[in-house]
């Protein structure tokens, strides 16, 4: 695929996310996606529309916005920001009613048919916790 294909498959993945159109995953996805996260590694395409499931019932208005894309080879980046409102329980953390808004980096692979295949996110989950309220952020009382 060519760099343009990769950056129009990634907005419609993001595109997919923001509807909560989980379907598309299975035809963008491979069966065998893997997600690397600071907070877990999943395995699978299903595993992999689970977590998502979790994350939008925790945070109901869940957005993600592309600021940055870049695409070389099987590989594409993106630079996104993420907002929501903390309305579930998530990974053991009640609701908190409060918002947040990340920044992050996705790196994508995908495989010989175009479909992900591996991503790896880094995207600021201590600043996520420090808003929602859970870890004191620097120079508040704990």
Same mark, same amino acid.
């Given at each position: 695929?060519?760099? %343009? %294909? ?20 299975? %035809? ?43 695409? %070389? *080879? ?9 907002? *929501? ?41 201590? *600043? ?15």
């Amino acid at each position: 695929m060519s760099p %343009e %294909e990769l950056k129009a498959k990634d907005r419609r993945v993001t595109e997919a996310m923001n509807q909560r159109n989980l379907a598309v995953f299975d %035809e963008v996805c491979a069966p065998d996606i893997v997600v690397h996260s600071g907070l877990m590694t999943t395995q699978g395409v299903e595993a992999y529309k689970q977590a998502l499931s979790q994350a939008f019932t925790a945070f109901p208005d869940l957005q993600f916005t592309i600021e940055d894309q870049l695409a %070389e *080879g099987d590989k594409s980046v993106i630079r996104f920001t993420e907002s *929501g409102t903390h309305q579930g329980d998530i990974m053991g953390i009640p609701a908190t009613g409060k918002q947040y808004h990340l920044t992050g980096i996705a790196i994508v692979r995908h495989d010989p048919n175009g479909r992900t295949a591996e991503v790896w996110l880094e995207a600021d989950n201590l *600043g996520m916790l420090q808003q929602l309220g859970v870890i004191p952020a620097p120079g508040q009382a704990s």
